[in-house]
């Protein structure tokens, strides 16, 4: 793989570190920065954090490194990663009972259930993710039900929901085909599924303007999709399913995003006509089922074909239960995925589709200082990340 192996011969080392570092000021050199951003990679660069947010990115040659900041050194340095689609602290990693709280499939339609009472920031699943480079991720309610609930986006460090947490709300998680059936096995049929979101939605449109009705947070959180405040996120992975995902959003003027997309490749010319953005399954997801017309080669095909996309760790029913993004993005690079299109899945892409490029997702003057630092090509299985930044926190120094 040819990816990065200028900064390979450089040889630049990671800095030492002593202790968990806690500076909100720091300075990052990489032998590539991979910005993904305005200024593409730069050779031998720096990025400067001051208060949490990058205050410079260019050449070392151009760079005023102020005096006494901490500097960290690697070969690789890209922005922080970013999971476009998970259930890390809802999907507790005892795998128990008692720390499971990514579905309530007591009821098929649950759009008001919030990812915020149920996050859990100091799960070990969300420090695994960390100390892998992932410092975002928009996590929330999982499969298993017509309309699960919402989602939100955090970083992966804090001591609160509230520390962690960048946006609330961000979509509501919506599932067409067997990811629809509660534990009773209903709704059983895809004309069931559709007819009772279509009914929620239109019960949603005709109650926006009454402003003598009773509180309902059903239909509170239907009228704000119908309003165009929150995206109806979509797992569908059947063409069939897909189709009718794009369907409500054409009849009810609300914004789908397309989840999962397992048949993706089979209906190009239809994704593209229709303009909206996919949270491709994980590379490596079992292609049994719905997905059994899942591809290794599927981001690459999407790429090509101009359809914008992110990938997502998504959600397994088995341990670990949480995937890891950059190895997802590893593979995808190992069947014709472009290394820039696969960091881009996992950084800016990500974060535009999920609403939070504005902070995240590259190395841009004024964004959040979110780094993760490489010893080699990050999409090769023998490479470590040796450091992890937050916000100009240095959260992790273990080579992973």
Do not use: C
Request: no cysteine.
């Amino acid at each position: 793989m040819s990816i990065l192996k200028s900064a390979f011969a450089a040889g630049l080392a990671i800095a030492s570190f002593s202790g968990a570092a806690m500076a909100q000021d720091v300075a990052v050199r990489g032998g590539q920065v991979w910005t993904m951003g305005p200024q593409g990679v730069i050779a031998d660069g720096v990025v400067v954090i001051e208060d949490g947010r990058i205050t410079a990115v260019g050449p070392a040659s151009d760079i005023a490194i102020p005096q006494g900041m901490q500097v960290l050194e690697a070969p690789i340095v890209t922005p922080g990663l970013v999971d476009a689609h998970s259930t890390v602290g809802l999907t507790g990693y005892l795998n128990q009972f008692d720390d499971q709280d990514q579905l309530d499939d007591s009821s098929p339609m649950q759009p008001h259930l919030r990812a915020i009472d149920a996050y859990n920031p100091h799960d070990r699943l969300v420090e695994w993710l960390r100390e892998l480079g992932i410092t975002t991720v928009h996590t929330g309610h999982g499969p298993g039900a017509l309309v699960s609930g919402g989602t939100m986006v955090v970083k992966t460090t804090g001591n609160t929901v509230e520390a962690a947490l960048v946006e609330e709300g961000t979509m509501i998680a919506a599932n067409l085909g067997t990811w629809a059936l509660d534990r009773s096995g209903t709704p059983g049929t895809r004309g069931r599924q559709m007819a009772m979101i279509r009914q929620a939605l239109i019960g949603a449109r005709a109650s926006m303007d009454d402003e003598s009705r009773s509180r309902d947070l059903v239909n509170e959180a239907f009228i704000e999709v119908i309003r165009g405040e929150t995206p109806l996120l979509v797992t569908a992975n059947r063409r069939q399913d897909m189709q009718s995902a794009l369907r409500l959003e054409e009849e009810f003027g609300i914004t789908v995003i397309l989840d999962g997309a397992a048949d993706a490749h089979l209906m190009l010319d239809e994704l593209r006509a229709w303009g909206g953005s996919i949270i491709l399954h994980p590379t490596m997801a079992r292609n049994e089922g719905e997905l059994q017309n899942a591809a290794f080669t599927t981001a690459a095909v999407l790429a090509e074909a101009g359809i914008p996309f992110a990938l997502q760790s998504g959600y397994e029913a088995y341990v670990p239960k949480v995937r890891v993004v950059l190895w997802e993005a590893g593979q995808a690079v190992a069947n014709d995925l472009s290394p820039q299109d696969a960091l881009a899945s996992i950084t800016i892409d990500a974060a535009r589709i999920v609403g939070v490029d504005d902070r995240v997702g590259s190395l841009e003057v004024g964004k959040d200082g979110d780094v993760a630092m490489f010893d080699g090509d990050p999409f090769e299985y023998t490479s470590h990340v040796t450091g992890v930044v937050i916000e100009g926190e240095v959260v992790s120094t273990t080579a992973r």
